[in-house]
């Protein structure tokens, strides 16, 4: 079936303002990550849900950010009161168990 | 904490060349993957190997779990291999699980 898939593409929002962000899994893939790339660095782990497990947030940046899994499948990542140092492009994959991850397109996100 | 290191971090390479991309990690893995992204910025997988030899075309990659550390060969290089490299690798934690990126090795081919 089609791939992982993110929306939105891009999204510019000012400081203060909150974002969500959407992922779309493969179909049948019982885990999905979230990773932040930052301009020119690798990625940031943030969050992974593991089927109707809690998940693990140790990786969130800070009590701004927050994730949810619905059913299953489609995930939302949260970030309230935007800040500059929260542009970066956020990337979500997901995985059949903890195997081989298949990545989304990523939503560039730009904090003005 | 754990360290996920890559070597080298730039590689300029003629095309038709050959290299090998070096990830070294602190701590016994789980889970191991080596992605090309794109000038694009899409992620795309290259090689599942937690341990072992796989091979794909011109790409080959080995990972020596108990010496901690996993190569990349690219032989025959071409100008669409131009991007950055990167190795991940997965733990299962009694904490949860976490995956690490290295920092990357950016390649560019020149014809």
């Known amino acids: 079936g089609a791939g992982v898939s993110q929306s939105p593409s891009n999204k510019v929002t000012e400081k203060g303002k909150d974002v969500e962000l959407r992922c779309d899994p493969i179909?049948?893939?019982?885990?999905l990550y979230w990773y932040r790339q930052s301009l020119g660095q690798g990625l940031e782990f943030l969050i992974y849900?593991?089927?109707?497990?809690?998940?693990?947030k140790s990786g969130l940046p800070s009590d701004r950010f927050s994730a949810e899994r619905t059913g299953g499948s489609v995930s939302t990542l949260t970030i309230q009161r935007t800040q500059q140092e929260d542009s970066a492009v956020y990337l979500c994959?997901?995985?059949?168990?903890?195997?081989?991850?298949?990545f989304g397109p990523g939503t560039r996100l730009t904090v003005t | 904490g754990i360290q996920v290191e890559q070597s080298p971090p730039d590689l300029i390479l003629q095309e038709g060349a050959n290299s090998t991309l070096r990830c070294n990690f602190s701590?016994?893995?789980?889970?191991l993957q080596w992605f090309h992204q794109n000038p694009w910025g899409q992620l795309i997988n290259l090689f599942y190997?937690?341990?072992g030899t796989k091979q794909n075309g011109r790409l080959s990659a080995t990972t020596v779990a108990t010496e901690r550390y996993s190569l990349l060969y690219i032989s025959s290089s071409q100008t669409t291999d131009s991007g950055v490299y990167f190795c991940a690798v997965g733990f299962l934690l009694d904490t949860g699980n976490q995956f690490y990126f290295g920092t990357g090795t950016s390649l560019t081919v020149i014809p």
């Open positions: 190997i937690p341990s």
């Open positions: 994959a997901s995985s059949f168990g903890f195997s081989e991850q298949y």
């Open positions: 701590d016994s893995v789980n889970n």
């Open positions: 849900f593991q089927g109707n497990s809690a998940p693990d």
């Open positions: 179909s049948g893939h019982t885990a």
